[in-house]
């Protein structure tokens, strides 16, 4: 079944050209349910340790968030057992249908990392790497936070080592 066929206009450097397109239809999913849960909102709904995480990341300067970045580049040792509690991360979040409250996490945690980065102009791309590897090191920590009842107690450790100063 295709939908009515619609035009569509592809930009040229020297014309604007018009061409047809044939869209397929999608088939329709199946309704969601009234009933079902959205996750184990008993553990997420308010976490102490977790929301003091998420003030102490508002509070630190974008030269923080570049030294810790910084840190974790330079300890290539530890990448690997953070990739595989990352690995068990994942999986604890889809098994235990934490993914609401994960998206509500990393809403936080992008946040946090635009208002560090809000002044800052100009940066080389080692900074940006150093950032970036704060950023996605701060959003893993945070998580095995919101599943550390689902989680290994060394993949927990592994993950929120980096910012082992702002967890109370």
Not at 9 to 32: D, N, Q
Not at 96 to 118: K, P
Not at 139 to 155: C, M, S, V, Y
């Amino acid at each position: 079944m295709t939908l009515p066929i619609i035009r569509s206009f592809r930009s040229s450097t020297t014309t604007e050209s018009a061409r047809l397109v044939h869209r397929v239809r999608s088939p329709r999913t199946a309704e969601p349910e009234a009933n079902v849960p959205l996750g184990d909102t008993a553990s997420c709904a308010y976490d102490p340790k977790l929301a003091a995480f998420l003030d102490r990341l508002l509070e630190l300067s974008v030269v923080d968030w570049i030294g810790i970045g910084r840190s974790l580049i330079a300890d290539r040792d530890a990448l690997l057992v953070r990739q595989r509690a990352w690995a068990l991360l994942e999986a604890a979040i889809a098994d235990h249908r934490l993914g609401v409250a994960a998206w509500e996490i990393r809403d936080a945690i992008d946040t946090a990392a635009c208002l560090a980065t809000r002044a800052a102009r100009g940066w080389s791309r080692d900074t940006r790497g150093c950032f970036a590897s704060t950023h996605g090191a701060a959003e893993a920590a945070a998580l095995a936070l919101l599943a550390r009842g689902h989680l290994r107690a060394d993949a927990v450790a592994a993950l929120t080592t980096p910012f082992a100063a702002l967890i109370a």
